[in-house]
Structures are given as structure tokens and as C-alpha cells.
């Protein structure tokens, strides 16, 4: 099936500014377990990938996220090969 | 319009020359430069470093920019937002504006810069004598670009 | 703070860099540009001369300028305004205002440029292929700089 | 009487814009008649002094009068040695 087939595809995760100082990454890659279908189950399953993705996480009210580069919602649709990314608000410039 | 997102300097009376050249259709240019302060909450700056999520920075700007352009008639307008570590004094921002009313460009000025300095997809870390942090987001900005009415929290939004 | 009424043409990138230079505590400059506009009154315009009253108008710039620094905390403020034969595309006016924040300094900028549009001691005549003519006093200007609820009337006001 | 003595010093009268062309002049200096004391009876004054002041005159409500550089009304008292300008409303910059 194709669903089954891009699943496998592996998803951009790109962290930015405190947000990427504690997980300690800029970006990575990683293929989603089928049951992260969007953005909130894609944050409560990170949460479980170590203590530095807990920590950062913990507060999820300051967590932003966008999908190809445009800000989303908890429920926005994740799929294979979007570029995803977590970052504290703006502080403009 | 233009939407440049960069680490170099930028030459103000170059830029204002070149916005308004060949159009004498313009009665005037507002404009507004940010510049990096020696104090942020009291407590003196050693430096400033602005990171951004490139792709994305260039895409609300250009989406910010088009909007001041529907809500204003606007001959030109110029955004240049620099990135990177910056001291006190530095240049960080440059928003101009041309149209042939003075008004459409002070309005329009004022409505960019009120978004960049609190919505621009931006992070701010400050070096102080007592070590590094990452600026907070500000209640105070968020009531200066809300009074333009601008989307807020939409999917589609021009911000989170 | 400074106000220069001249003939000669000015750089605006310099005026800027001046104004800032050495004090860190300033975290934006507004600034507004006049530019002679090719047409006006749905006509084109050759050239625009201005006439001014020598001594008072640096008189009325300065008492405006005063009144905008005990409006608004400003760190900086710099006027300078034309006379004599300009054409389309000539710098007439520029206003900077320098402020640790931005909305002082956009305001004290607004302020300045309303009232000097529309009160500012100059008179205007303009050269079109029809003719020269002397520029007409604007309501809707009055309107603009009415706003700001400088005084009007007043022997010792800054308005006639 | 010093106000006597002072009346024979002359004042400076100073025109701009139309009211400089329709007049033809850029500047004079008058002696006024002990009769002008103030704005107003300048004007009255000025209007007698030939076609050309009349024409300028005409409309007074757009002429504005400084005396020593500051705007002036109608009742501003005069004094010899006074600079006092005719001007139409100001068109700004």
C-alpha cells in the first residue's frame, strides 16, 4: 500500500534556538511510528525519545511548531517527508 | 519589493537611493533602522545573536510585505533583517517605505516594523557579563503588532 | 539635536550614521524622506521652488523640535528642510528621530513630518507647462497635523 | 517724548510669496503714522498706499502677519524698529 510504503520515509525535524540548545540537536531525521499521524501525538511520542527531548518538551505551551515552513496546529497532518520544526516563540527581530 | 534575510551589513543611504531611483511618482520614504542596544532589562549587552529559520524567515517577510502592500499603495518597500552575532550599535534591521503620500508610507513603516520586531521568526540570544541567555518572547510588543489586526494563530497565520 | 534649513542637497546615510554614532543606547531611528513628486494636482511638474522667511523659519523648526523632545524620550533628533529650485525626485525634507524605543521614535517622527508638511514656514511655487503658479494652502493637510493638537492661533503659537 | 522719537524710526516690512510679487517687493523700511499701532491698522494703513498693495491686500483673511518673527493677531501692538512679515498661509515643506 502506498500509505504502508511512505511511512517509511524518514521526516525532517529541525529545533531551533533554546529548543535546539536542549535536545542538543539543529536537525535530524527519523522515520515515524505509524501511530504519529500529527503534530500533538508527534510531540507526545519525542517526549519519550530520552530525557533531553522530555526536558525540553516539558512545557509544551511554549513549543511552536511548523510543517513545511508554515506554522501548524495540534492536529495539522504529519506526512512522510515534511520538514518539521520545533522552536520556543519569536522574539522578533 | 524586496525581502532580504542576511548576515552582512547593509549601506541605509545606498538602499533608500536605490528604492526610490527612476520613480518620481514618490513624495516621500519612511523608513525605521533597529539597532542593537548596550541594555536589555536593565542589565548591560556584551552581543546579540539573532538566529532564524532560513526558508521560512524569507517566506513571513515576503508574506508580511505583500500584505503592507494590499493595505497601502506602495511604490516600493524594502525589508533587510541581519542574523547572526551583533554588538551594540549594530545595524539589525532596516524597514523602508515609498508611496506618494506621506501618510500610506509612516503607516505602512510602522505596521512592518511593529510585525518584525515581535513576530519576524526570530530568536534573540544576549551575552551578558553574567553569562548567555535566550530573550523571552514580550507581552508588551505582542499589544504593539496586535493593534494592526494581523491573523493570529491561524494555521495559514503570520504567526504561531 | 539639530535643525539646518539649506539649499544644498543632503546625504542622507551619513545624517543617519551621525546621529547614533556613539551611543548604544538607541534602539531605532524613524526617519521620513520628502521627495519633489512629477506631479501635482493631476499635472506634471517642472520644477518646485521654495521660499522661506530666513530666521524664522529655523525659529518655528526649532520650536518644534523642542516641543517633540518633551513629547517622547529622544535621544536624537535631526531636521533638515530645503529652499530654492528643486525637480522631481529631489530630496526636499528629512526627519530622524532616535529613541531606545521604537514607538517614541516613530511617533516624534509622524509628529514632525505632519507639522512640517502643512506648517512648516515655507511657500511653494511650482512650475507645470502651463505656467508657474503658487501652491494653495491644504485642508486636508491641516487635518493631518491637527491630529497631533499642537496649538493654533496663538500670538506665540507655532501655526498662524 | 520718547514715544515721539521713536515713531520717526522706521520699521521693516517684509513680503513672501504672492504677496512679494503682487506688491513687488521683497522688502521696504516705512515710518509709520502715529495712527498705526498695532496689525490691524497696518493693514488698514498699507491698503492706501497704492493699486499694487491694494490687489495683495485685498483678502486679508489669507494673509498672515509676523512681527518679529513670531506669528502676530490682528491687535498685536507695533513699535518702531519692528521686522514684521506678510505672508500668505504657509504651504508647508
Given at each position: 500500500?502506498?500509505?504502508?510504503?511512505?511511512?517509511?520515509?524518514?521526516?525532517?525535524l529541525l529545533y531551533f534556538a533554546w529548543l535546539r540548545s536542549r535536545i542538543g540537536l539543529a536537525e535530524e531525521e527519523v522515520?515515524?511510528?505509524?501511530?504519529?499521524?500529527?503534530?500533538?501525538?508527534?510531540?507526545?511520542?519525542m517526549k519519550g525519545r530520552g530525557p533531553a527531548y522530555a526536558k525540553a518538551l516539558e512545557n509544551e505551551a511554549v513549543v511552536k511548531v511548523a510543517v513545511n515552513q508554515e506554522f501548524a496546529r495540534a492536529d495539522h497532518p504529519l506526512r512522510p517527508g515534511d520538514e518539521i520544526a520545533l522552536f520556543p516563540p519569536v522574539t522578533g527581530g | 519589493m524586496t525581502v532580504r534575510v542576511q548576515r552582512e551589513d547593509f549601506d541605509v543611504g545606498a538602499e533608500?537611493?536605490?528604492?526610490?531611483?527612476?520613480?518620481?511618482?514618490?513624495?516621500?520614504?519612511?523608513?525605521?533602522?533597529?539597532?542593537?542596544?548596550?541594555?536589555?532589562g536593565g542589565e548591560p549587552i556584551r552581543s546579540m545573536t539573532l538566529e532564524h529559520y532560513p526558508g521560512m524567515t524569507e517566506r513571513q517577510l515576503a508574506a508580511i510585505e505583500a500584505e503592507a502592500r494590499q493595505r497601502w499603495p506602495l511604490d516600493a518597500c524594502l525589508i533587510i533583517h541581519r542574523y547572526g552575532r551583533l554588538e551594540p550599535g549594530d545595524r539589525i534591521v532596516f524597514v523602508a517605505t515609498a508611496s506618494a503620500h506621506r501618510?500610506?508610507?509612516?503607516?505602512?513603516?510602522?505596521?512592518?516594523?511593529?510585525?518584525?520586531?515581535?513576530?519576524a521568526p526570530f530568536w534573540k540570544f544576549e551575552e551578558t557579563p553574567q553569562g548567555g541567555r535566550w530573550v523571552e518572547a514580550r507581552?508588551?510588543?505582542d499589544v504593539a503588532a496586535a493593534r494592526w489586526g494581523t491573523r493570529d494563530g491561524e494555521p495559514d497565520g503570520l504567526d504561531p
Open positions: 500500500m502506498e500509505t504502508a510504503n511512505a511511512v517509511q520515509k524518514p521526516i525532517k522515520v515515524l511510528p505509524a501511530e504519529v499521524r500529527d503534530v500533538a501525538s508527534l510531540i507526545a511520542w | 533608500l537611493e536605490g528604492l526610490t531611483r527612476g520613480n518620481t511618482g514618490i513624495g516621500g520614504v519612511a523608513s525605521f533602522l533597529g539597532l542593537v542596544r548596550d541594555m536589555a501618510a500610506a508610507a509612516l503607516e505602512a513603516c510602522e505596521f512592518l516594523i511593529d510585525w518584525l520586531k515581535t513576530r507581552e508588551e510588543d
